[in-house]
């Protein structure tokens, strides 16, 4: 089965900071990466599909990128309401595994 | 408005049994893939199983796999999932997840969530 691992396990950052995160799959899976929010005490929701494609109401601060094993998210611009855990996850086949998040915090 | 609401979680002891059932509204559920994800408390999300628009094809994690069951009753508009043999690591919210029309696990609308909680 193909794991999904990503960096960093948290972060914490000043408003208006550029924020980068990794999602990596130890296989290659093409552009079938998808990245979900979840704010605290909140349900999941999607941001990012096919890698880079944003969901319809996603903010354009919001960005992915990658294909095959490698993956990024970015936040050009960060907000306060950006706060939140934020998973990638593999949909291209089963097991549709999700990475272990990662979580992000106003400095 | 698409909702997907959750219910039949509760407190059930250890090798115990569950039913969780998912109400589905304005979308045309026959046409989507359905999915259910955990969330064990304070942890990440765990996807558990998804099966497609036809109910031909199912999928399982490892967690899940010859104890947990995934079915569909498109006249109901309902998914369900059949918990046995149930485990204090099972405890978690888990979701009701609509998956896509094409991709069974790419899952844009999420139901609130519904409590297990293995204990005795």
């Known amino acids: 089965d193909i794991q999904m691992t990503q960096s960093p396990s948290s972060l914490s950052a000043s408003v208006g900071d550029r924020v980068t995160i990794t999602c990596r799959a130890n296989?290659?899976?093409?552009?079938?990466l998808a990245w979900y929010q979840q704010k605290p005490g909140k349900v999941p929701k999607l941001l990012i599909y096919?890698?880079?494609t944003l969901q319809s109401g996603v903010p354009s601060r919001f960005s992915g990128s990658g294909s095959g094993t490698d993956f990024t998210l970015t936040i050009t611009s960060l907000q306060p309401e950006d706060v939140a855990s934020y998973y990638c996850?593999?949909?291209?086949?089963?097991?549709?595994?999700f990475g272990p998040g990662t979580k992000v915090d106003i400095k | 408005e698409v909702q997907v609401v959750e219910s039949g979680g509760g407190l059930v002891k250890p090798g115990g049994s569950l039913r969780l059932s998912c109400a589905a509204s304005?979308?045309?559920?026959?046409?989507?893939?359905m999915n259910w994800v955990r969330q064990a408390p304070g942890k990440g999300l765990e996807w558990v199983s998804s099966?497609?628009?036809?109910?031909?094809?199912?999928y399982y994690a490892d967690l899940a796999k010859g104890r947990f069951t995934i079915s569909r009753d498109d006249a109901k508009n309902s998914l369900y999932l059949q918990m046995n043999s149930l485990r204090a690591e099972d405890t978690a919210i888990y979701y009701c997840?609509?998956?896509?029309?094409?991709?069974?696990?790419?899952?844009?609308?999420w139901g609130q969530g519904t409590l297990v909680t293995v204990s005795s």
């Open positions: 304005g979308f045309a559920f026959s046409s989507y893939s």
């Open positions: 997840a609509r998956g896509g029309v094409r991709y069974t696990a790419l899952a844009d609308y």
């Open positions: 296989q290659g899976i093409s552009n079938y």
């Open positions: 099966i497609s628009s036809s109910g031909s094809y199912i």
């Open positions: 996850q593999k949909y291209n086949s089963g097991p549709f595994t």
């Open positions: 096919a890698a880079s």
